[in-house]
Nanobody, 114 residues
Framework: VQLQASGGGLVQPGGSLRLSCAASGFTSDDYAMGWFRQAPGLEREGVSSISMGGGLAYYADSVKGRFTITRDKAKNTVYLQMNNLKPEDTAIYYC????????WGQGTLVTVSS
């Protein structure tokens, strides 16, 4: 099983990024999937999750209205569109099943700074 997150980078406050999570070794559409992040010195936290069918999504209060999670069954990939980014969104972003049952990948670093 591999979870390969990509799409991070350096962006100015107010900017946007789209993260991708390519799953291999399992069918991600069989699971509720989630995005998580870990900022320096802090514990990993859940950011967003999406149901198996993609019809339901959850967002942490801190990102509600700014982030959108989607999934593509054919590509076995989950996405996180992040708009109006803030410095406090700076973190390494990871994906996993909603209950974090697979080994964590390397994540992708998002840095929001002017």
């Amino acid at each position: 099983v591999q979870l390969q997150a990509s799409g991070g980078g350096l962006v100015q406050p107010g900017g946007s990024l789209r993260l991708s999570c390519a799953a291999s070794g399992f069918t991600s559409d069989d699971y509720a999937m989630g995005w998580f992040r870990q900022a320096p010195g802090l514990e990993r936290e859940g950011v967003s999750s999406i149901s198996m069918g993609g019809g339901l999504a959850y967002y942490a209060d801190s990102v509600k209205g700014r982030f959108t999670i989607t999934r593509d069954k054919a590509k076995n990939t989950v996405y996180l569109q992040m708009n109006n980014l803030k410095p406090e969104d700076t973190a390494i972003y990871y994906c996993n099943t909603e209950v974090s049952q697979w080994p964590w990948g390397q994540g992708t670093l998002v840095t929001v700074s002017s």
